[in-house]
């Protein structure tokens, strides 16, 4: 699977739209971009997935670039209760299990 | 809905003591089953999956064995418990095909070997 870059930490102000970057340059035309958070002390919580076309659901948006070499995750409105470490993941859709790769993540801070 | 329970939530084990884990799924049958380890302040690591009863697939060699002896049963044990398996274990579901990077996971337990 290819190997992803996120910055090691966010901060984002309360109310305000919190847009977490992720480098994928190596990326393959099957594989996905995968959006995961971990509150702290939490299991990881799935938040949303893409192949080339914006995504959005009740959590966030994803924007991923026409040549597919870097997406962004939207938070439209931050709440302190996103303060969470992110992970974006790339992965071949479709197999027969997940094998998924926890990167570091980013630290997203929300703050009042 | 589906839901995932685990437990115990944390333990204080001694070293060279047994351990077992264990999670179970509800509202779904037939899942991919997953154990994850998160060592502090590193990222998560999977340990096993496994895809139906009796299936287990180890990722990483160490102290550690998996168990699936029912299609929504995942246990994680240890016959000696070593320093180093101290951690923040978590299990996890998904389904087949087009799902199967779509994981849900437990709300985890933490072990301190001491």
């Known amino acids: 699977d290819a190997k992803t870059t996120q910055p090691p930490s966010m901060d984002c102000a309360e109310g305000r739209a919190a847009n977490l970057p992720c480098n994928h340059s190596?990326?393959?035309?099957?594989?996905?971009v995968y959006w995961y958070r971990q509150i702290h002390s939490q299991g990881p919580q799935y938040i949303i997935h893409?192949?080339?076309n914006n995504e959005t659901n009740e959590m966030a948006s994803l924007i991923i670039t026409e040549d597919r070499k870097s997406s962004t995750l939207i938070l439209p409105h931050a709440t302190l209760r996103d303060t969470a470490v992110y992970y974006c993941?790339?992965?071949?859709?479709?197999?027969?299990?997940?094998?998924?790769?926890f990167g570091q993540g980013t630290i997203l801070t929300v703050h009042p | 809905s589906q839901t995932i329970h685990q437990w115990p939530a944390t333990l204080v084990q001694p070293v060279g003591s047994p351990l077992s884990l264990e999670c179970t799924v509800e509202g779904t049958s037939n899942p991919n089953l997953y154990w994850y380890r998160q060592a502090a302040g590193r990222g998560l690591q999977l340990l096993f999956y496994s895809v139906g009863i009796g299936q287990i697939s180890s990722e990483v060699p160490q102290n550690l064995s998996a168990s699936r002896p029912q299609d929504r049963q995942f246990i994680l044990s240890s016959k000696k418990l070593l320093l180093s398996d101290s951690g923040f274990y978590l299990c996890a579901w998904s389904s087949r095909g087009s799902g199967a990077n779509v994981l849900t996971f437990g709300a985890g337990s933490r072990l301190t070997v001491l």
């Open positions: 993941i790339v992965s071949v859709r479709g197999t027969s299990y997940g094998k998924l790769t």
């Open positions: 190596t990326i393959s035309g099957n594989e996905y």
């Open positions: 893409g192949l080339k």
